[in-house]
């Protein structure tokens, strides 16, 4: 992406358009103006965004993290969690157990730190949210030139046969031994080598998150990305909305304030952040939902040991998904990860854990994702985001036996132990000990558990008592407002949810337009 | 722009079996169909008069329990309304105008117009707003309070509309009544 | 990237903690320091709340060994390293927030410490030259696909309905 129109914290006084408000106690204010604000440059912000310029509009996005190219990205995992992270990935929905999640927090959002996995929303979904949630315009037909838009420019296909690692091979031969149904993922990526550095932001350029795809196409149609924007504000005058403020953080420690005007302000900062950002500015929906719904795919990894050397890091991450359980809510997957990460999360320490790693090269980690159901809530506490999640008896019971039919199926691909995720729960050893641990009553506080995978928290349908966003994602009862990102959905999805936010934020940003096109008032 | 339905109206002035039904509905079940409800198209409105109720429990054995409203469009294209006393003579009976149907009184005039967010009006967006007033009453009329907004019940229908009054003091917006209106005969009034 | 550091004092502890976490083979390999200035990197990259909340943790670590008249008066910071080890063993066994406490510490610790060159190339880990190859490879391949695919990228979707576009002109 060419940094022309992208504007870090220092240099906003030669932002185009931009002025400066002399206030005498509390420092400079800069001020800028424009047709459409977006807040927040991942899966939702950089479509709308360039759907928007495209559209011939005037589109400011204002993305909190700075800007990093492809030529920054590399294994040093810290500077990756410093840079590209909110929080250093360390963020926790409270609950039994703490749920850790990781949002990214630079331009280009979690598309520069996901793992790239492009699936259409399924049809399953699709039908419960028009049915059950009254969702318009929303059925297969109508959402696939939507699907093939987006795919098209995300380069969405499965990967060159090359590029597959040992690990997902094994994982696949482990599937096909069992008779259990794989699937080639697809992912957005063009002629991706399989570096295995997804989530530190892809070193070769191969991964077409929003950093190399749609925000370049919103800097070609005019928009401009403001990098290092902190907003903590929405202003408007009672419910008509009329842009955002917020504080541009100085590394010295300064901070300055800012404010940009606008007719439309699209909200895109993610199921967490979004929410915190409506109800801090004392937003409130007649469904008194803000907040609610709260899902997050919760996931499990384990750790399996192989004679043979796998070097699971040569090869690309996630090539297949083990989906014969998808009816039932879970999918699995090989997912990588580099030694720092797994370390961290070992039951072990000391020898126990060198004696473990010294075999990384010989490991296998392996995830099963869970579409859960219950859902949590995000609060706004002193303007941070409070988030809590309780995972159920149903859901506990979910992830016990898809980590036990994920041991399984390494087990059948050759693996000699392997390391659960389940604390004070023995390794697996053997085909016979996995009866075991079916069997093995695990209580939710022993459970390591994660998820990047935010959604739903300002849902959409078509009740303003049930939903706090219409079909197109304009907040009921207030104008000027619309959210574009998995805020929307008013269910988990059971799958990787990039292309269902970009789908979603390619027709909220159609409906803006055509509503941009209309004079007001007739 | 809406359906208008010009089979429907009925001439003799008798309010349907769907209308009476709604009438008898709680107030949290017409509070969730007035969130619902879509915004009416004043143009469909224009130049017809519709045979209203108010749905509270004050209003059974009030004399406002039976109204009409009017709407008509001036030169300039602007949409406004109007108010026709009716006799309760009961809900199964025809909408009779005070002091009779030839020459009937109005009063309680009001502007239709979208609702402005950025206003004190702006309790429902998606609802067009009945501004009492705005609607050139006199000084001390104590209808210039009124603030009422008005969905469709079906969102492609402008035949039966549900409204919800609210009274402007000071800047408080207090609610007050849930109302019913079906379209009930053409006029060619113009204030 | 923002620059952390533990007061002195906690330097201390963490640099105490390395061997106990990573075992004597952080000492034998001279990197004990240089984990524990990527503890103190780790930490920089976490929100306040939390570094305040583990700074708090590894005050009690350093201190609560004060308590046991067998440390004779010595903080973690001070004690052998065999005393070191029990104190950490201990608190990892008990359940409760001292369990909670030394697991976070030992995730900080273990991560700085896979994180070290010496110790990803000790377990033959060695991502940064395997990019480089992936890099290389995929542009003497692919220069041509990835030219259209960045030119498509900002190519106006000629059948696309642009009502605003169309309204302005």
Redesign the interface.
């Known amino acids: 992406m060419s940094p022309h129109n992208v504007y870090s914290r220092a240099d906003w006084p030669q932002i185009p358009g931009v002025r400066t408000r002399r206030r005498r106690f509390q420092g400079d204010l800069y001020e800028l103006s424009c047709d459409v604000v977006v807040v927040g440059s991942g899966a939702g912000g950089a479509v709308i965004a360039a759907e928007l310029a ?4 005037d589109v400011v996005v204002l993305e909190e993290g700075g800007y990093y190219a492809t030529e920054d990205f ?6 990756a ?3 590209l ?1 909110r ?4 963020q926790m929905a409270l609950g039994t157990p703490p749920v850790t999640f990781a949002e990214g927090r630079c331009v280009g959002g979690s598309t520069v730190i996901n793992g790239g996995m492009t699936w259409r929303t399924p049809e399953h979904v699709i039908r419960r949210w028009r049915e059950d949630h009254g969702v318009h315009d929303f059925d297969a037909h109508a959402l696939l030139p939507h699907f093939e838009r987006v795919e ?2 995300l ?1 969405a296909k499965t990967q060159d046969p090359e590029s597959i690692g040992r690990d997902n091979a094994l994982l696949k031969e482990g599937a096909d031994a069992l008779g259990y149904e794989t699937v080639s993922n697809i992912r957005n990526q ?8 997804c989530a530190f932001g892809c ?4 991964k ?1 998150s929003t950093l ?2 749609y925000l ?2 919103a800097l ?2 005019g928009a401009r990305i403001l990098t290092h924007c902190r907003v903590d504000g929405i202003l408007r ?4 909305v009329q842009g955002v403020e917020g504080s541009l953080a100085d ?1 010295s420690g300064k901070t300055r304030r800012f404010r940009v005007h606008a007719k439309e302000t699209v909200i895109a900062c993610g199921a967490v952040q979004s929410p915190n950002l409506l109800l801090r500015a004392g937003l409130r929906s ?1 469904s008194g939902k803000i907040g609610h719904g709260l899902t997050l795919h919760p996931n499990t990894k384990v750790v399996a040991l192989f004679d043979e050397d796998v ?1 699971g ?2 090869g690309v991450h996630q090539a297949y998904q083990v989906r014969e359980f998808e009816g039932d809510g879970f999918v699995m997957a090989a997912v990588n990860i ?9 039951p072990y ?3 126990d ?2 004696e473990l ?2 075999q ?2 010989q490991t296998v980690i392996g995830g099963v994702l869970i579409e859960d159901t219950t859902t949590g809530r995000v609060r706004s506490v002193a303007g941070l985001p409070v988030t809590t999640y309780q995972i159920t008896e149903e859901d506990r019971h979910r992830i016990v036996r898809g980590t036990a039919i994920l041991c399984e199926v390494l087990f059948a691909a050759g693996a000699k132990r392997i390391v659960l995720p389940f604390a004070g729960v023995p390794d697996l050893l053997s085909m016979a000990d996995v009866q075991r641990l079916r069997e093995t009553d695990v209580p939710k506080a022993a459970m390591e558990v994660v998820t990047v995978h935010i959604m739903g928290t300002l849902a959409m349908g ?4 049930r939903h706090v966003c219409d079909s197109y994602g304009r907040v ?5 407002l619309t959210v574009a990102d998995a805020s929307l959905f008013p269910t988990p999805i059971g799958v990787n949810p990039m292309e269902t936010i970009m789908t979603l934020a390619t027709r909220c940003a159609i409906h803006l ?2 509503r ?2 209309v004079p007001a ?1 007739v | 722009m809406g359906v208008q339905n010009l089979d429907a109206p009925t001439n003799h002035g008798l309010a349907s079996a769907r209308y009476l039904e709604l009438g008898e509905k709680s107030k949290a079940e017409l509070e969730a169909i007035f969130r619902r409800g879509t915004k009416p198209d004043p143009t469909a409105l224009q130049g017809w008069e519709f045979r209203g109720r108010n749905v509270a429990w004050w209003a059974k054995r009030s004399p406002i329990l039976k109204f009409v409203k009017g709407f008509y469009q001036d030169a300039a294209g602007q949409t406004w309304g109007y108010n026709i006393p009716q006799r309760q003579n009961g809900l199964e009976q025809p909408w009779l105008a005070k002091p009779s149907d030839e020459d009937p009184k109005r009063f309680g005039f009001y502007l239709v117009a979208d609702v402005d967010p950025a206003s004190k009006d702006n309790v429902h967006l998606d609802a067009l707003l009945l501004d009492y007033g705005r609607g050139r009453n006199p000084l001390l009329d104590a209808s210039k309070v009124l603030r009422d907004y008005l969905v469709r019940v079906d969102p492609d229908s402008d035949d039966l509309l549900l409204g919800k009054a609210y009274l402007a003091l000071g800047p408080s917006r207090v609610p007050s009544n849930f109302f019913l209106l079906e379209r009930h005969r053409p006029t060619s009034w113009v204030r | 990237m923002r620059e952390f550091e533990l007061p002195a004092r906690l330097q201390a502890t963490v640099r105490a903690l390395v061997p106990v976490v990573c075992t004597e083979e952080a000492r034998r390999m001279g990197i004990v320091d240089e984990v524990a200035r990527g503890v103190e990197r780790f930490l920089g990259t976490l929100p306040a709340h939390l570094q305040k909340g583990i700074l708090a943790g590894l005050w009690t670590l350093e201190f609560t060994p004060l308590a046991d008249p067998r440390n004779l008066g010595r903080s973690f910071s001070r004690l052998s390293p065999e005393r070191a080890q029990r104190a950490f063993d201990l608190w990892w066994r008990l359940p409760g927030p001292t369990h909670q406490l030394v697991r976070a510490l030992k995730m900080f610790v273990s991560f700085a410490f896979y994180e070290h060159p010496k110790v990803r190339e000790r377990i033959g880990y060695d991502p940064e030259a395997y990019l480089a190859q992936m890099r290389r490879k995929r542009i003497e391949q692919h220069h041509e696909v990835i030219a259209q695919h960045a030119e498509k990228v900002v190519t106006p979707d000629p059948v696309r309905r642009l009502p605003v576009a169309e309204a302005r002109s």
């Open positions: 495209e559209g011939g509009l590399n294994a040093d995992v810290t500077e969690l410093a840079n992270y929080d250093g990935g360390a098209g420019f380069s063009l002629h991706c080598p399989g570096s295995n550095n070193p070769t350029g191969a077409q190399l795809t370049p196409r070609h149609f005058q009672r419910k008509q590394p007649p070097e890091w040569k580099p030694p720092s990460l797994v370390a961290m999360t070992l320490y000391g020898r854990m060198i790693l010294d990384y090269n078509d009740d303003p008592t009921y009862d207030y104008a000027g337009l055509d941009f096109a008032g």
